[in-house]
């Protein structure tokens, strides 16, 4: 942990030494937000990972995605929540249209503030139908 933090602390003096910016993000916030990574994507589904890490007594009691087919979602859009603990979670929307790009956001409310992540996108896929049965 100590070799960590030297070596943490000797780069945020060096930029070329490559730390990246969701850790400075992170010492910067009391709360951070992202979307990891997009799992699999069909005709009206999406699933992806969140991650959501807050400060030691950040008392975060909402966590959830906003989506929307129109970039900079927010809480007047669709929302999905996920509970109001920190950590790593599935996420899973349904009811999607097909060949649309959809725009999400992970947010999380700490003490009546909205804390947004940064925005990604995903397109779902064309519904083809073969004998009267969709394919994805």
């Not at 730390?19 to 992806?48: G, K, P, R, Y």
């Not at 999905?80 to 790593?88: A, D």
């Not at 947010?107 to 073969?130: L, M, R």
């Amino acid at each position: 942990v100590f070799l960590f933090l030297v070596a943490l602390l000797s780069c945020t003096t060096f930029p070329a030494c490559g730390v990246d910016d969701e850790i400075n993000n992170l010492l910067e916030s009391d709360v951070w937000t992202e979307i990891d990574s997009l799992i699999f994507t069909s005709t009206s589904h999406a699933i992806f990972y969140t991650n959501v890490r807050a400060r030691e007594g950040v008392n975060v009691s909402e966590l959830g995605v906003v989506y929307s087919t129109s970039q900079n979602p927010n809480l007047s859009n669709n929302k999905k929540l996920l509970g109001n603990s920190v950590g790593r979670k599935l996420c899973e929307l349904w009811d999607l249209q097909a060949n649309t790009t959809y725009y999400v956001r992970i947010y999380a409310i700490c003490d009546e503030d909205v804390v947004y992540g940064e925005e990604k996108s995903f397109t779902t896929k064309i519904a083809t139908y073969e004998n009267g049965y969709e394919y994805t």
